[in-house]
């Protein structure tokens, strides 16, 4: 019997009976290190004392209230905490039940934003090749995966598609990382003026790429251009720190990093750490206020919205990462984990790059490391690392996904903020054995 989800190429899954710290636990007593968080979710790692706790606490008090008749103490008391840290002027946020959900909302505060101002024709998207911004049509839409969305279109949302930031590691060009990041921010200013100056809505952007292309941040001074660019021309700016965001980079927002503000920033995974499902859209007082005095804020809603009981999750696994100073924990183990990585691959003729920030860090895998060449996909080898890394009692997250415009293969490590520096030894060479193992 297989689970609808998985899919019909993957062996039946292992039945998760179990989580503690950083590991899972099968039905049969198999025990597997969670080196990538499920999908950078579990941030905590497993079973943590305090969340339960809190949970329990929650459930006994009330479990769930619409937020079309209370709001809750949870939810209030996440609502502060993100906004108290949440970067300058993204004074208001927005609780929903995950990623997708954040985003198709962000989407549209965005054109209720525009319809509010009487700019109705601003109603175009700009996003970039490859990118992936959830699975529900809006959210798919808003995204830049053709294999992803080829099978859908057409699709909900004029998108309009410009180049990722990710080839400059990959070319060999005299070109600086600066100004390959200038180019590769100018795409949206051509983009734009070729839509007509006042037509576009919003663009938007993961600053550190998760799951298509295996945490890939942009080169420096980028997402600054792209700022300028999004002021100049009015166009909203949303960064999509779904994956990236809560702390997995090394700071709390991965864009406090790229030292730009969005006008809307999406969160979800690392918000409640897997213990509830939940996301959020932070926003300004301007884009809250026309969402609210617009049709929006009473069209827009969800059942699970606000939900007490991932509000109370959320609260808890944030405060332990405060108290425990976990954020800056993850960046200061960054570069240990980087050069056990290097190490450990350094004699294989098949990584082509080793990259990311924080715990969120990808392994690109290719034919050639000189030329960078990337594997057929037609190979599967994400696939067969992530089956391989299993039976070696490891998670980690590998995707037919792709840097250079080309499918290749990565594998992503997003593990929990817990780890240690002998569990980072334990993952690497597990992650080492079991890749060796593919390519024997
Ligand atoms: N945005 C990004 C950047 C993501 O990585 C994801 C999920 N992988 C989503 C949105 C969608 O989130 P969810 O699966 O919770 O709907």
């Not at 899972?24 to 497993?46: F, T, W």
């Not at 999004?230 to 909203?236: F, N």
Request: hydrophobic share 40%.
């Amino acid at each position: 019997m297989t689970f609808l989800l998985h899919r019909s190429t993957e062996n039946t899954p292992p039945v998760a009976v179990k989580g503690e710290g950083i590991y899972l636990y099968d039905s049969k007593g198999k025990q597997y290190i969670d080196a990538c968080g499920g999908a950078a979710v579990s941030c905590l790692g497993h079973g943590h004392p305090e969340v339960l706790e809190a949970l329990h606490r929650q459930l006994d008090k009330v479990a769930y209230a619409h937020t079309g008749f209370f709001t809750s103490e949870a939810a209030e008391e996440l609502a502060e905490t993100l906004i108290d840290d949440a970067p300058q002027g993204l004074s208001h946020v927005y609780l929903v039940s995950g990623g997708s959900e954040a985003v198709e909302a962000a989407l549209k505060m965005a054109r209720q934003y525009f319809i509010e101002r009487s700019e109705p024709q601003r109603r175009h998207i700009i996003t970039r090749r490859q990118s992936y911004h959830g699975n529900t049509l809006g959210a798919l839409s808003a995204g830049g995966n053709e294999w992803r969305r080829a099978q859908f279109a057409p699709l909900l949302i004029q998108t309009h598609h410009i180049s990722p930031c990710y080839a400059y590691r990959f070319q060999n060009s005299t070109e600086s990382a600066e100004e390959y990041a200038y180019r590769a921010a100018q795409e949206l200013e051509t983009k734009i003026l070729e839509l007509g100056r006042d037509q576009v809505m919003a663009f938007i952007a993961e600053p550190v790429v998760g799951a298509t292309s295996g945490a890939v941040a942009a080169e420096k001074g980028y997402f600054k251009r792209i700022r300028e660019i999004c002021d100049q021309y009015g166009v909203l700016l949303i960064l999509d720190e779904v994956m990236c965001g809560m702390g997995r980079t090394g700071t709390l927002y991965a864009c406090e990093q790229d030292g730009v503000v969005p006008d809307l920033l999406t969160i979800a995974k690392g918000l409640g750490g897997g213990y509830q499902p939940i996301g959020a859209v932070l926003l300004s007082k301007e884009l809250y206020d026309a969402f609210a005095n617009g049709s929006g804020f009473f069209q827009h809603g969800h059942t699970y919205m606000a939900h007490p009981m991932a509000a109370a999750a959320a609260v808890a696994v944030q405060n332990v990462l405060k108290r425990d100073q976990l954020v800056p924990y993850v960046a200061s183990m960054e570069s240990y984990f980087k050069r056990k990585i290097h190490e450990s691959f350094a004699n294989s003729s098949y990584v082509g790059d080793i990259r990311g920030r924080g715990f969120f860090l990808g392994i690109e895998l290719v034919e050639d490391k000189v030329t960078k060449q990337t594997f057929d996909p037609s190979l599967n080898l994400h696939t067969r690392i992530k089956q391989e890394a299993l039976k070696n009692g490891l998670m980690v997250y590998p995707m037919g996904g792709t840097v250079d415009g080309k499918r290749g293969h990565h594998v992503l490590l997003a593990p929990p903020f817990t780890l240690k520096q002998s569990d980072i030894n334990e993952v690497v060479e597990r992650l080492a054995y079991s890749v060796s193992c593919v390519f024997s």
